[in-house]
């Protein structure tokens, strides 16, 4: 029987993408063998100890955004705070320091990025800044064709861009204005893996035990590639502009980072997410309102592994296996704590002034019986300020919110998104194929390696 030349194209075409497919697995895996391993060797092991000891660095969760403890969050009201002492040269209180208005967000994938956006964009709409939207309100992703193709009634330069993008500084540039300034987020890296092994279903999706799908990923993370290698290997450094084959690089690594620490104005740390939102009002010129927050959490999950302790040897397959995102947290991580001490006492008492405030906040707009407003007293850091039901609600809102408010005042029409060809058939062909390939292959160990 002969075959239709219509149908011959067909299976040449699905055949190419197959051998593709696994080209692309095969140059992975050589490439997380050379550097996995050689891990062992190098100093690889040694560097950062601070934050690979065993444990997250102190003050995990329980000072960050995930608060949701409420006799923690008591805790915050009962420090004595000194007014009148400022021992720190305070930015916004000189007389040349102006409010700036104009910055980029890198919304890092599931480190305390939603809540921290939604702060921006209650900033965004009190100041009636113009802000470069997706394509619908649904989505919380920048594409290509939104940075390309802009429609009327506005064009660049843009006073704001916060939605999920990679970092890019000369494609940013062109759509901002001069003076903008760069602001991102980063998570501690194992507990980052965590949130994005249960946000992302990834367990499912790789085929990981049910009990603890967490150990059984860093068990031999090398071999889970194909679709999820984006979600669980170096995802933040990723975001953050620093290319993959960078790992495994300490000298390229570290030098492009120590760029980006010359390139952003501001990176916070979500595990410090007072001190780094208080730094953030310093740096900007903002006043003490606009970096109030919903302590209620958003895309906060709860899961069986979210505070398993997790054994040392897994971690330390974690860090040759997402070495860029532990570099990277380590820099940033220390720079903030560098401006933290420049600010002394003083700093620290604005801190927990702030976490008062905003704890006080918190229970007025939750209360029941908030008929009349509530006064913020003013401070050495603050002017006196009000608290009514129309910020209460604002507090509230989620991303989407805004969005759809940002949508009906910039005049956008929403679009439907746009799918790629589907090769979804190849990826779960790929998928089985890792993790076939992960059950018969050798546990990670020491093996000699060479160099071409």
Not at 86 to 110: E, G, M, Y
Not at 176 to 194: C, D, E, W
Not at 427 to 449: E, L, S, T
Request: aromatic residues 12%.
């Amino acid at each position: 029987m002969n075959m239709v030349p219509g149908r011959w194209a067909v299976f040449v075409l699905l055949g190419c993408l197959v051998v593709f497919s696994f080209l692309f697995q095969f140059r992975h895996t050589l490439y997380n063998w050379n550097h996995l391993v050689s891990g062992r060797q190098g100093d690889n092991t040694t560097q950062s100890v601070s934050i690979r000891a065993g444990k997250t660095p102190s003050g995990h969760v329980k000072s960050g955004v995930n608060i949701t403890d409420k006799s923690h969050a008591k805790e915050d009201v009962g420090y004595e705070i000194n007014v009148t002492d400022v021992s720190w040269n305070h930015p916004a209180l000189a007389d040349h320091c102006q409010t700036r208005k104009s910055f980029v967000f890198i919304k890092v994938h599931k480190a305390g990025s939603h809540n921290t956006a939604c702060i921006l964009q209650r900033f965004v709409w009190t100041n009636n800044l113009t802000i470069m939207l997706p394509q619908n309100p649904d989505t919380s992703v920048l594409r290509r064709p939104d940075l390309t193709y802009v429609k009327p009634p506005f064009y660049p330069p843009y006073d704001v861009m916060l939605h999920h993008l990679r970092y890019n500084r000369p494609q940013m540039s062109n759509l901002m204005q001069k003076n903008a300034v760069f602001l991102a987020i980063l998570r501690y890296p194992l507990s980052h893996l965590k949130s994005s092994i249960n946000y992302f279903h990834v367990d499912k999706r790789l085929g990981l035990r049910k009990e603890n799908p967490l150990e059984d990923f860093l068990s031999d993370p090398k071999y889970f590639l194909g679709t999820m290698a984006l979600k669980t290997r170096n995802w933040q450094a990723f975001m953050m502009g620093i290319s993959p084959w960078y790992s495994g690089n300490k000298k390229m690594a570290q030098a492009r980072i120590q760029e980006l620490g010359t390139e952003f104005d501001h990176v916070m740390i979500l595990e410090y997410y007072d001190e780094s939102l208080v730094l953030l009002k310093i740096k900007l010129c903002w006043n003490l309102q606009d970096i109030l927050y919903d302590r209620q959490v958003r895309n906060y999950r709860s899961y069986s592994y979210k505070n398993a302790e997790i054994p040392e040897k897994l971690q330390e397959n974690h860090y040759r296996s997402s070495d860029l995102d532990y570099r990277l947290y380590d820099f940033f991580n220390k720079t903030l704590w560098r401006e933290i001490a420049e600010g002394g006492d003083d700093f620290r008492n604005e801190v927990e002034l702030f976490k008062r405030v905003n704890y006080e906040v918190n229970l007025y707009c939750n209360s029941s019986a908030n008929e009349s407003s509530y006064v913020v007293q003013g401070t050495i850091w603050n002017e006196e300020f009000t608290v009514d039901q129309k910020l209460c609600s604002e507090l509230k809102m989620s991303r989407t919110d805004w969005d759809r408010r940002f949508f009906k005042r910039q005049g956008k029409v929403p679009q439907r998104r746009t799918k790629g060809t589907n090769i979804s058939f190849i990826k779960d062909f790929v998928k089985r194929a890792g993790v076939a390939h992960r059950r018969r292959g050798p546990q990670m160990g020491p093996v000699n390696v060479i160099k071409v």
